[in-house]
């Protein structure tokens, strides 16, 4: 790590690490009681600093309705040293006019990996895209300290 990084990235670094899309855990504002996380794959526009998720839609789900849900995601990984990237916001249902056209040009900069965690094809389940542009973006990378 060089002198002067206090255990975080700068952008160029953490677009590096985020690239175009992987994998994360999501977790759900749900009232009073904890908050609903689950494993999700992104795709991230590092040109508007934006996260895409390709969700499972069901309705009776104990996640609930999605959109404008407060949420945090995290992603992680080991390359060279612990690092972790912490997003928190709103999902917005990328359906919606308001963010239509701009998310259609989002989810062209992105790869979201598909994931089979289902116990059905994934093409037999049916999705709706989400995206999270963050309120609070932060990260966090492993500091190398004497013991």
Do not use: C
């Not at 009232?31 to 069901?58: C, I, K, M, N």
């Amino acid at each position: 790590m060089g002198e002067g990084n206090s255990g975080t990235m700068d952008e160029d670094e953490r677009d590096g690490f985020l690239g175009t899309g992987g994998t994360g855990v999501i977790s759900l504002a749900a009232g009073e009681t904890a908050p609903y996380s689950t494993p999700v794959s992104y795709g991230y526009d590092a040109a508007e600093s934006v996260f895409y998720f390709r969700l499972a839609a069901q309705p009776d789900s104990e996640k609930g309705d999605l959109a404008d849900r407060s949420v945090s995601f995290v992603t992680y990984g080991n390359d060279n040293g612990w690092k972790s990237v912490v997003a928190t916001g709103q999902l917005e249902r990328t359906s919606e006019e308001s963010v239509a056209t701009e998310s259609l040009q989002g989810l062209e900069r992105v790869h979201i990996p598909l994931i089979d965690i289902f116990g059905t094809p994934p093409r037999e389940v049916a999705f709706e895209f989400y995206r999270l542009v963050p309120d609070e973006l932060t990260t966090r990378t492993e500091t190398r300290t004497e013991l």
